[in-house]
């Protein structure tokens, strides 16, 4: 009972960044209605901008800051010189552009940091675990819920308490509206991109002391990601949260019982919803 | 419109003059691959990015029959078609619920759930280190183990498997997947289940996919890892693409190119997934339209300068 319950809560502060991942790359395939395959190679460099930062700097915390905004400003460069020019092109052009940018960045990890994994400590502050009474429990991971609700949170007030955030919401609904109603929508697609990239480089930056860094940890992330927002639905941050939780938690309850079985149950869990619910949980669009 | 057939012809028999009969067998194999590939984005219009799970599988299967059961090469090929077109029934029946983006994430996402599957069931498919020890069985008294043998075999497969994709895709079937293409709102007012028919589309590439996939298996011997990840689904669009999705001959031409680099590339330098990065993003940037179209403009401009 405690062994499971201990999963249950490794489930939740997984779920939560895999509802940071879905909801960054909901807001950049809702809002630019693009196809982004280099969402897990965003999510890989922000793991591995922070332990650049911390080995150059010293300071977790100073990374924590400083490597997802490098993160987002990768992917204002991505959009200002890419993506900007495919809106009108197929999603086939799209996929391909995003999935060659995938691999480039893939292989640059390699390059630069080396084909090993990297192991990351967490801050002298959250090492070791506190006691909950029912178990004892690592102070990162239950710094990790923390942070990843906060970020959600913030998410959903400058989404739905700010005037940017409406003009983004009406950006995913409806895009010839949105600029016939005088706004810049290449701003505004500048900014969702930007922002979708800080969402998925804060989710890599915390993973990293985790479960360590390797070259193959976006890919499997993008994969998760895509669960997310196939299940939750584009542009539905309770979507997100509930998706990212039911895979987090199947996939740590399943870890407990069957390792070897779970990854796999990440998309099988997605494959039974979609049986029982074609539209997804929420079934918004 | 013979043209196209005559070219093709005349592909086959030179091609191994040009490369190694392993690298000119690989391509036909992709040829198959892509075709089927080009049924689903080209003709109905549906970009899928998991063709490899059909692929993969099938090999997996065909590889363990003909490794511990001994079956023959026809057989193996049908239990790839089978395994192909039954994988691809699975994934598609989820898949054409959802349209637009939904459906190119879902391909992905449920390539990934075989991927897995294939990685950690190592007692069966070897795990990381790919399942080796794939025979290639004789067909009355004749040996296909030599490389040029085993090229007729499959450029003969391979100009089969053209003749029944060009009857499929002229076929009424062929006609109404394109009206799908075209118009779905349309295609299904006129009466047609578009869903169902998508499906059909699905089952056929995948049965296409895993014919091609049987084959690569005896090819090399040996059933790698990659054979179901998701480089090798995002490989069989991109050579689809600088092929040309408008044609039927459009797969073809992008196997040649694709698989003839890409085997140049990689004995050169270990990280030339960076250069074929590289190669996606500048032909999506500066060559849509495919090789087709970078030709004819090289050509307006060796015309203009002269």
Redesign the interface.
């Known amino acids: 009972m405690t062994l499971l319950l201990g999963q249950i809560l490794n489930g939740i502060a997984t779920g939560m960044l895999y509802a940071l991942m879905g909801l960054g790359l909901s807001l950049i395939?809702g809002v630019l209605?693009?196809?982004n395959?280099a969402h897990g190679a965003l999510f890989a460099i922000g793991a591995y901008f922070l332990v650049s930062v911390v080995g150059l700097l010293g300071n977790f915390w100073l990374g924590l800051m400083v490597a997802p905004l490098g993160v987002a400003l990768l992917g204002l460069a991505i959009e200002w010189a890419?993506v900007r020019?495919?809106y009108s092109?197929g999603?086939?052009?799209?996929?391909?552009?995003t999935?060659?940018?995938?691999?480039?960045l893939?292989?640059?990890i390699?390059?630069i940091w080396g084909p090993v994994g990297i192991s990351h400590l967490p801050p002298a502050l959250l090492r070791g675990g506190m006691d909950l009474g029912f178990t004892f429990y690592p102070k990162y991971r239950l710094f990790v819920m923390l942070m990843a609700g906060l970020l959600v949170v913030a998410t959903w007030l400058f989404l739905e308490k700010t005037r940017y955030g409406a003009i983004m919401r009406a950006g995913i609904e409806n895009k010839e509206m949105v600029s016939l109603l005088g706004i810049d929508i290449h701003r505004l697609f500048t900014a969702a991109f930007a922002l979708g990239a800080y969402l998925a480089g804060i989710a890599g930056a915390l993973t990293a002391p985790i479960r360590g860094l390797s070259p193959g940890m976006g890919?499997d992330m993008?994969?998760i990601a895509?669960?997310v927002?196939?299940l939750g639905g584009?542009g539905n941050l309770l979507g997100a949260i509930a998706a990212g939780l039911l895979i987090g938690i199947a996939q740590a309850v399943v870890a407990a019982y069957w390792t070897?079985?779970s990854?796999?149950v990440i998309?099988?869990v997605?494959?039974a919803v979609?049986?029982v619910r074609?539209?997804g949980l929420f079934g918004i669009r | 419109m013979k043209h196209p057939l005559v070219l093709v012809l005349a592909a086959v028999v030179l091609l191994p003059l040009v490369v190694r009969p392993a690298i000119a067998t690989e391509i036909w194999i992709f040829a198959i691959f892509g075709l089927g590939l080009n049924l689903l984005?080209g003709y109905t219009g549906l970009?899928s990015?998991g063709q490899a799970t059909f692929f993969g599988s099938a090999a997996y299967v065909a590889g363990y029959l003909l490794k511990h059961y001994g079956i023959g090469v026809f057989s193996a090929l049908g239990v790839g078609i089978g395994v192909g077109a039954l994988s691809a029934l699975l994934v598609g029946y989820?898949c054409v619920?959802?349209s637009?983006?939904?459906f190119?994430?879902?391909t992905?996402?449920?390539n990934?759930?075989f991927y897995?599957?294939a990685?950690?069931?190592t007692s069966v498919t070897g795990g990381e280190d790919g399942m080796p020890g794939i025979p290639r069985p004789p067909i009355l008294a004749i040996d296909f183990r030599s490389p040029v043998a085993y090229y007729v075999l499959v450029s003969a497969l391979f100009l089969l498997s053209l003749w029944v994709m060009k009857r499929v895709v002229e076929s009424p079937l062929g006609r109404i997947l394109q009206a799908i293409r075209e118009n779905e709102v349309r295609a299904e007012a006129v009466g047609y289940n578009a869903p169902r028919f998508k499906l059909l589309a699905f089952v056929i590439g995948g049965a296409f996919s895993g014919f091609a996939g049987v084959l690569y298996a005896m090819l090399f011997g040996i059933v790698p890892l990659e054979s179901i990840g998701?480089v090798f689904s995002?490989n069989v669009?991109?050579a689809t693409?600088i092929g040309g999705?408008g044609s039927l001959y459009g797969p073809i031409i992008g196997s040649v190119v694709f698989i003839w680099l890409s085997e140049s590339m990689s004995v050169v330098w270990a990280?030339w997934?960076?250069l074929?990065?590289?190669?996606?993003?500048i032909?999506?940037?500066f060559l849509?339209g495919g090789v087709v179209e970078a030709f004819s403009r090289i050509w307006r401009f060796s015309k203009r300068t002269t």
Not at chain 2, 276 to 281: D, I, N, R, S, T
């Open positions: 395939t209605n693009i196809p395959f890419g020019r495919l092109a999603h086939d052009y799209q996929l391909l552009f999935f060659g940018l995938a691999l480039i893939n292989e640059l390699i390059v890919v993008l994969g895509f669960v927002v196939a584009l070897e079985a990854t796999a998309f099988a997605m494959a979609l049986l074609p539209q | 984005l970009l990015f989820l619920q959802r637009g983006l939904y190119i994430m879902l992905f996402a449920l990934q759930l897995f599957i990685y950690q069931w998701f995002g669009v991109f693409l999705s990280r997934p960076l074929l990065g590289v190669a996606f993003v032909v999506v940037l849509r």
